[in-house]
C-alpha cells in the first residue's frame, strides 16, 4: 500500500494545468492567472495630493505667511497655470499638483482669509504628496501567472487598466458512481438498494475546489456498462469514479476500463477511510477510481481530489492545510494506515481549538461526516495519546466543503 503523501505526489505529477482562456475582468475572482498581468497605465499618473489642503511652495509656507489664492485644483480638473512665490492653490483629494507646488498645506492647518490663505503650521517638502508611480507603472507586472485572484486581486487588474484577463480554464472533471444497488435521490430503490450520495457530493466538492463537475448516468456492475464510459473519457480533464475500486466480484472499474486501454498507475492507498483507490490513465485522460463508502469516497476527495483539482487550475496542488489543535479525549495508538477522524470543533476558556472524534468511525455515516468540522490527522503507527495533547486536523470550513 501506498503512503498518502506518496500517492499525493504521483497523482499531481501525473497532470498539467488546463489551457488559458480569456475572460472579463469581473469573471476573474477565484480563477488562476495563467499570464501575468502587467499595468497599462502609471498610477497615479501625475503627483497628486493625498489631503485637501493648499498645493503651496514649502520655502512660502511658514508658520504665519500668508499666499494668494490662485485657482483650485480638483481630483479630475487639474489647475492649468504654475504656482509662484507667495501663491498657493486650493487642492483636493486625488488632485494633481501644480507645477511649481512642493508640498502641501491642510486645511485644518490654513485660515481662509478671502481670496489669500494663512499658514498656522508650517509646511516640508513632499509632505502629503503621492509621486507619481507610488503605485505601480505603465508596464511592470502587478499579477504574476500562476496567482488564484482574489477580490483585492481584481481590484489591482482594474486600476492598472485591464479589461480582460488570461485565466486556466475551470477543469473539467467527470463524475461517475457504480453499482447495481443505487439509485438517483428521487427515484425508486432497488430491492436491497441504497440511494446514490457520492456523485452529488463529489460534485460539490469539485464546484468548491473550482472546477466544473459533470455527473455521468450510474453504470451498473456491468462490464459492457462501465466500459461504454471510455467513450466519453476524452471530454474529460479527469474522470473520477466512484464505487467498483475494491476486489469483490462486483468491483469492476479496473477489468471494464482494462479492455478499453486503462493503464494502471497504482492501487491501494495506506490510509482509512479510503484504501482501494485506483489511479491511472484511460487514453489521455486520468482516471482517479475512488471507493464506494461515502465517506471515504469524500475524505479521498479532500485528500487527492481537490489538490488535483488545483493543479489542474495551474496551482501548485498543495496538501489540505493543516492547523494544531488539542484533543478533548485520549487517542490510542494507530496502525500502519494514516487515520482521518471526523471531529467536531469546540473552543475552550483558554480560546483553544478542541477537537472530539466521533466515537464511532464507519465510513459509511455520512450524518457523522456532516456534522464534523474536522479530519483529525493520525500518522501511520502514531503513538497513543492523553486528552489535551496536540494533534493536527484539516479544518473542512476553510476548505469551503
Known sequence: MLPVEEARARILAALSPTAAETVALPDGAGRVLARPVVARLTQPPADVSAMDGYAVRAADAAEGAVLAVIGSAPAGRPFAGRVGQGEAVRIFTGGFVPDGADAILLQEDA???????????????????????LDFAEGSEVLPAGRKLTARDIGLAAASNNPWLAVHRRPRIGILATGD???????????????????????????????DAVVLPIAPDDTAAIAGVAATAHAFDLLVTTGGASVGEHDLIQSALGGEGFELGFWKIAMRPGKPLI?????????????????????CGVVFLMPAIA??????????????????????????RADHLRSVLSVDEAGRLVVTPARVQDSSMLATLARADALVLRAPFAPALPAGAEVEAILLAELGI
Open 311 to 336: 493543479r489542474l487550475s495551474g496551482l501548485p496542488g498543495d496538501p489540505p492545510p493543516t492547523r494544531r489543535v488539542l484533543t478533548a479525549v485520549p487517542l490510542p495508538e494507530n496502525d500502519r
Open 181 to 211: 444497488e443505487i439509485a438517483l435521490p428521487g427515484d425508486p430503490i432497488p430491492p436491497g438498494g441504497i440511494v446514490s450520495s457520492n456523485a452529488h457530493a463529489l460534485a460539490a466538492l469539485v464546484k468548491a475546489a473550482g472546477g
Open 279 to 299: 489511479w491511472g490513465r484511460l487514453g489521455r485522460t486520468p482516471v482517479l477510481g475512488l471507493p464506494g463508502n461515502p465517506v471515504s469516497a469524500m475524505v
Open 111 to 133: 485660515v481662509a482669509e478671502g481670496d489669500a490663505v494663512r499658514v498656522r503650521e508650517a509646511v516640508t517638502p513632499g509632505r502629503w504628496i503621492r509621486r507619481r508611480g
